[in-house]
Nanobody, 128 residues
Framework: VQLQASGGGLVQTGGSLRVSCTAS????????MGWFRQAPGKEREFVAA????????DYADSVKGRFTISKVNANNTLHLQMNSLRPEDTAVYYC??????????????????????WGQGTLVTVSS
């Protein structure tokens, strides 16, 4: 599976941005997906995840209520809609994928170690 992230950029505090991840080599309809981010000088952290069924999502507390993860199986694309952005959201955002299993049908994986494939990342900068 190859993942290509896009949509990053510069936005002001309080603004919105949508980052996307296009997958090739595997259908997202049977793939668990997640978003992680890494700010300068910090460790990578979980942001959001979605089960391969699309029915279950999970979010880090820091983004709950502001970010929305979704996937469009028809065009094999994962999205992360980010609203009410804050300077502390500044980071490189990575999408990740895990081949779907029975256990993952309605489960959103939140640990980086659970994922098999990673995109190259897209930079999001929120100015104060």
């Amino acid at each position: 599976v190859q993942l290509q992230a896009s949509g990053g950029g510069l936005v002001q505090t309080g603004g919105s941005l949508r980052v996307s991840c296009t997958a090739s080599g595997r259908s997202l309809s049977i793939t668990n997906m997640g978003w992680f981010r890494q700010a300068p000088g910090k460790e990578r952290e979980f942001v959001a995840a979605i089960s391969w069924s699309g029915r279950i999502t999970d979010y880090a507390d820091s983004v709950k209520g502001r970010f929305t993860i979704s996937k469009v199986n028809a065009n094999n694309t994962l999205h992360l809609q980010m609203n009410s952005l804050r300077p502390e959201d500044t980071a490189v955002y990575y999408c990740a994928a895990r081949r779907g299993t029975v256990d993952g049908r309605n489960y959103a994986y939140t640990r980086g170690d659970d994922y098999e494939f990673w995109g190259q990342g897209t930079l999001v900068t929120v100015s104060s």
